[in-house]
């Protein structure tokens, strides 16, 4: 790509940007949110045009008026969101996009699901192409998009963010496929997990501000280098070196029992609790139980049987406006989905739960100017990058997403906040602010459940670490008995000896 510039209205997103990738090289692209990572991929994709400079192929010049042209081209891309249709199956979903079975009035689905299983054999990704992408995983979904690519003939491929909803397990195994898979393709890959840059790729280029500015030899640099290179400074990440509060017991879970959508046990008995200005880490594998059980929390799933008392009251049960009425505050983990309305403006987010509240409407009319203030307010502090607050939330960039979620659940003053996967998605930056905003709120007494995959993280800020193995807290430690080894133990069903519990 040579001197790409891309501009939207108030925006230069991509600013005389050139790249070069080899046959058989793994570049990352790395920088922050909203640094224009994405918007140079879906040009180089044909899904937004440039409006200057060049796209060359093995030496040769190409204008894609679109994706399909792209594909045509050998290129191939698998979005931070999976583009999967829920209700229909993997081979339905790969045949949307598999023009070579398409006979006339019908789609040879055999055909498809052949294609399906050659190509998982190949890259080892092991797919099952009769299941419906609802009953999936994050992770086999994560699967289906790399095979769905791989379908279409795909020979560069271009990664956006694809661990951000992995599991550790899950991302390990990425990466080691990925290297395999360098043998035959060019990938660019992005991503803000400075650690899997480093494990993975042959170069790194770094984008700030719609720049580019640094180009260079993954292993010439440390990920603490890159780091710093990316944001301008050197990044810190914080720790929880604070006394114990000493605070009383604010939610408290006994015997909890839920369903998942399946229809098993998500939840088998489970108990916990969390006091004032006390940080509880829930560490786990995805899929034990964190989901439902921050749903059953904030009034998203019913309970079977159990309580969930809050500040003395029960809430099991309870409709979530309910629940936040009484003051939780909740980042969930579906960010587009339960987080935000994509197609509600930045500023009608932030006040999601607010809007009948005197700050922002008097006589259930709106108060426009407080909105705007309070909007630029979360906006300059949160560093959302966008072209103003009247913008759409859906159409941000992931990481700018989840900012969005956390400026409004953070500063609207709640008793208790659940945190899943807060900064999933967002750059060192970004993940330095949100950890140094956590401990804060701890200072302040407000108690905390966090929900995280990332063992840095949860041992970084936790007080207390609870660990969630199939529906059921295994072992909960202390603050300084915790550390990768032991929490992969418990994570994995077993005790330190190695024997199940």
């Keep these: ?88 199956t993997v081979t339905e979903n790969v045949a949307l996009g598999y023009k070579k079975a398409w006979k006339k009035f019908k789609i040879d689905l055999k055909m498809v699901k052949d294609r399906v299983n050659e190509v998982s054999a190949r890259y080892g990704l092991a797919v099952n192409p009769d299941a419906y992408i609802w009953q999936l995983s994050v992770g086999e979904q994560q699967r289906v998009e790399l095979v769905k690519t791989l379908c279409l003939g795909a020979r560069f491929l271009i990664l956006d963010e694809p661990t ?29 997990k400075l650690n899997e840059v480093k494990a993975l790729s042959d170069k790194v280029s770094i984008l700030r501000h719609g720049k580019v500015v640094f180009s260079g030899n993954t292993e010439d640099y440390s990920p603490s280098e890159i780091a710093a290179l990316m944001t301008g400074h050197e990044i810190i990440l914080p720790e929880n070196r604070e006394k114990d509060m000493h605070g009383k017991t604010v939610l408290s879970i006994k015997n909890l029992r839920v369903k998942s959508d399946r229809g098993n046990d998500a939840l088998n008995g489970l108990n916990l609790e969390v006091r004032e200005g006390e940080i509880v880490g829930l560490a786990g594998v995805s899929g034990n139980g964190q989901k439902e059980l921050a749903e059953a929390i904030n009034g998203l799933r019913s309970v079977e049987s159990g309580s969930i008392e809050f500040f003395g009251e ?19 983990e579906e960010r587009n989905i339960e987080g935000i309305v994509p197609s ?158």
């Design 314 to 332: 029960h809430i099991e049960n309870k409709s979530p406006n309910y629940v936040i009425s009484k003051g939780m505050g909740y980042i969930p």
């Design 1 to 88: 790509m040579e001197h790409i510039t891309k501009r939207f209205p108030g925006v230069l997103a991509s600013d005389d940007i050139s790249l070069s990738v080899d046959e058989g090289e793994i570049l990352a692209l790395v920088g922050e949110n909203g640094a224009g990572k994405t918007t140079l991929m879906n040009i180089l994709m044909g899904i937004y045009q440039q409006d200057e400079g060049k796209i060359f192929i093995n030496g040769s010049e190409v204008r894609f008026r679109g994706p399909e042209d792209a594909f045509e081209a050998g290129l191939g891309m698998v979005h931070q969101q999976y583009m999967l249709v829920p209700n229909m």
């Design 344 to 501: 509600f403006q930045i500023k009608e987010n932030f006040i999601l739960k607010d809007s009948d509240k005197e700050k922002f409407s008097r006589h259930r009319f709106l108060k426009k100017k407080d909105i705007n203030e309070n909007a630029e307010l979360l906006r300059n502090n949160f560093d959302i990058r966008c072209p103003g607050t009247n913008t759409a939330a859906g159409a941000l960039s992931g990481g700018n997403i989840q900012k969005v979620i956390l400026a409004r659940e953070i500063t609207r003053a709640p008793k208790f906040l659940i945190a899943v996967y807060p900064t999933r998605g967002l750059d060192m930056g970004a993940i330095e602010f949100i950890h140094q905003e956590l401990l804060k709120k701890r200072r302040e007494g407000i108690g905390i459940l966090l929900v995280s995959e990332e063992l840095d993280e949860i041992m970084n800020l936790s007080d207390r670490i609870a660990v969630i193995y199939k529906g059921n807290i295994q072992k909960v430690l202390k603050h300084g008995e915790a550390n990768k080894k032991n929490l992969g133990i418990y994570m994995a069903g077993l005790s330190e000896e190695g024997d199940g519990e």
């Design 164 to 192: 951000s909803a992995l599991t550790p397990q899950e991302t390990d195994e990425l990466i080691e496929l990925l290297k395999k898979m360098k043998n035959e393709l060019s990938i660019i890959f992005i991503s803000h």
